[in-house]
């Protein structure tokens, strides 16, 4: 059986520097597979003062309810994301189903 080669020098380097900005922003690699180039990165839910966001709604009436709700919405949840490289040798990210 013939092994393909999907990616080159140049996506490579791509990936790497995918997978470090990535890890910058607070992403931890979960599963990494050096043959089938992928890399699936985790980032846990963070804790929200809900305190202290009724005590600023309060404060302005209301009108803070709006990034309360933003920040509920998305950093609430824990996130996890698959950087790898196609048959084609092509970089894609997609996010990835977490219970």
């Given at each position: 059986?013939?092994?393909?080669?999907?990616?080159?020098e140049?996506n490579?380097?791509r990936?790497?520097?995918i997978?470090?900005a990535k890890?910058?922003n607070?992403?931890v690699?979960t599963?990494?597979?050096?043959k089938?180039p992928?890399?699936?990165l985790?980032?846990e839910?963070?804790?929200?003062?809900?305190?202290?966001h009724?005590?600023?709604?309060?404060m302005?009436?209301g009108?803070?309810l709006?990034?309360?709700?933003?920040?509920?919405?998305?950093?609430?949840?824990?996130?996890d994301?698959?950087v790898?490289v196609?048959?084609d040798?092509?970089l894609?990210?997609?996010?990835?189903l977490?219970?």
């Open positions: 059986m013939e092994s393909y080669q999907f990616v080159n140049k490579q380097d990936f790497y520097e997978i470090a890890t910058r607070g992403f690699i599963e990494h597979n050096e089938l992928y890399v699936v985790s980032k839910k963070k804790a929200i003062n809900h305190a202290l009724l005590f600023i709604s309060l302005t009436l009108f803070w709006v990034i309360w709700i933003y920040l509920i919405l998305n950093f609430s949840r824990k996130k994301i698959l790898a196609d048959e040798g092509n894609f990210e997609d996010k990835c977490s219970i």
